[in-house]
């Protein structure tokens, strides 16, 4: 899970850098070519603009000057003459003259078909002044200027005579191409530099947040000391500063849960190492009672095995709770030796009288080297289980499949444990039927707590720590304590035909691998 986290804290990252220096460099490049598109706009009217004006201006002065000497009607010689003194203050550009149906042209050689439009002529016969239009030609750009000649007396009564100049662009053309060209190179150093700066401002801002997501993983690893330091007062050390508290909270908490588990552990060990002396006066008190039971009246000889069989139960929580307090406290070892399992299971199933009561199918020579006394609490808890609350046949099974874990299942079939049972199974004091009853004198007997008057163990019962006894609801949580103290586990499972089964699993370590001071 840390594994995770830290992978998705550096995908965090990198994905906020990556989307910081591409929102720079978009916005860089959006305000570039924009910047580009306006000035290419402004200057190209503005160069348009003043060639227009210059061409009108020029045009009327020529016409105004070179006019007055002409006679109207011209003929084509005259009107020859006047194209070309127009054309001569005007530098390289076209003049070109008409009066109904002559034409003169100041370069013999131009074409000017293609250029005048018929648009203009129309505009520039109607007699409302200067007219320009910008026309291609021949893949060119060109201006072409046109105005009507009007009389000089007062009622500007046009004479009939229009005059065209044609200007060419092209060198304005260049002129602002060469501009967009600049304009567009220097988009890339600002895209550059704007990426640059994106890589800068991300560095700053996500420094914060990879010392925060640091400082989270390794208080998810479990060092609540992490800290993260706080620098200026932005948004970011906000988050810094919450976090800071949300840890020394943290800590506290967990400190004073530490110290109030600790407490409750002192308080049961220290309860039930207190508990021992009395508990061994009252069992021995009961024993006597048990024995002269036979001789006391009915109600009286009831009571005493009463007495006897609660004393034993209690006497068997009392070390329940002290197995319990010193796993808590980390004081249990292995006492490991080479060990015959399957021999340890029937051991364990003839102590109790269990022999008869189940169907055994051990696996011979399987050898491995565990704490023979922490395996018989374990199968005296398991099987005394299934005969308790499950029904005939229990089977035990023991067996090696893989050659490196051993396993031993324990099977009945009775109802089984429903899904919220079997969650919540091995949790201490905890018992799946809430009506179950408490020990009864039939079955205590001679010999000691929890015998039955055969001298064996009655079902629900075991010899020392971890005995399932009648339910003091510690047994299976000390069952799979010892296992994992083997650095096993127990699994519980709803066999396919009714019952439950319970599978202890442990790694088989041979007797050649054991190490001094195992456990």
Not at 247 to 267: G, M, P, V
Not at 405 to 433: M, S
């Amino acid at each position: 899970m840390r594994r995770s986290l830290g992978h998705g804290s550096r995908r965090l990252v990198g994905g906020l850098r990556v989307r910081l220096v591409v929102t720079f460099v978009l916005v860089a490049l959006v305000s570039a070519v924009t910047a580009t598109a306006l000035a290419y706009r402004d200057a190209r009217t503005a160069v348009l603009q003043r060639t227009q004006n210059t061409a009108v201006n020029d045009l009327r002065e020529r016409v105004a000057a070179v006019g007055a000497g002409l006679d109207l009607p011209p003929d084509q010689r005259s009107l020859s003459r006047f194209a070309a003194k127009v054309s001569e203050g005007l530098g390289a550009r076209i003049v070109v003259a008409r009066h109904q149906d002559l034409t003169a042209v100041s370069d013999a050689y131009a074409d000017t078909e293609g250029r005048i439009t018929a648009e203009l002529r129309a505009a520039v016969r109607s007699g409302d002044g200067a007219r320009f239009q910008r026309v291609q030609w021949r893949g060119d750009p060109y201006l072409v200027v046109g105005t009507p000649v009007t009389y000089a007396d007062g009622d500007r009564r046009t004479s009939g005579l229009e005059v065209f100049l044609i200007t060419d662009l092209r060198a304005e053309q260049d002129d602002t191409a060469a501009l967009l060209d600049s304009v567009r190179t220097g988009t890339v150093p600002v895209v550059v530099l704007a990426a640059l700066l994106a890589l800068l401002a991300a560095g700053t801002v996500l420094r914060p947040v990879r010392k925060l997501g640091r400082a989270t993983r390794e208080l998810a690893a479990g060092d609540l000391g992490s800290r993260v330091a706080v620098r200026g007062h932005d948004e970011l050390a906000d988050l810094a500063r919450t976090f800071n508290e949300t840890a020394d909270a943290l800590q506290a908490s967990d400190a004073e849960l530490r110290a109030q588990e600790a407490k409750a552990r002192r308080f049961v060990a220290d309860v039930s190492h207190e508990l021992r002396t009395p508990l061994a006066a009252m069992t021995m008190v009961a024993t006597v009672l048990e024995e002269d039971a036979d001789q006391l009246p009915p109600d009286a000889a009831h009571a005493a095995r009463t007495v006897g069989a609660e004393t034993a139960r209690l006497s068997r929580l009392v070390e329940d709770l002290m197995e319990i307090s010193r796993f808590d406290a980390g004081a249990v070892r292995l006492d490991a030796t080479a060990t015959d399992l399957a021999d340890t299971v029937r051991a364990s199933l003839a102590l109790r009288g269990w022999t008869d009561r189940v169907v055994v199918e051990l696996q011979e020579d399987v050898r491995a080297v565990v704490d023979r006394r922490r395996i018989d609490v374990i199968v005296a808890n398991l099987v005394g289980n299934a005969l308790r609350h499950g029904a005939p046949p229990v089977t035990v099974t023991l067996a090696a499949p893989g050659g490196d874990r051993v396993t031993l299942e324990v099977a009945d079939r009775g109802p089984g444990l429903p899904p919220e049972v079997r969650e919540r199974v091995f949790d201490r004091f905890y018992k799946a039927d809430a009506a179950r009853t408490r020990s009864t004198p039939e079955g205590g007997g001679r010999g000691g707590a929890g015998l039955g008057q055969d001298g064996s163990l009655e079902p629900g019962g075991s010899l020392g720590p971890g005995g399932f006894g009648q339910g003091s609801g510690l047994g299976m949580a000390i069952a799979l304590e010892n296992a994992r103290l083997h650095g096993g586990t127990i699994e519980v499972a709803e066999r396919p035909e009714g019952g439950a089964v319970f599978t202890l699993r442990l790694p088989l370590r041979h007797p050649d691998e054991e190490e001094e001071g195992d456990g």
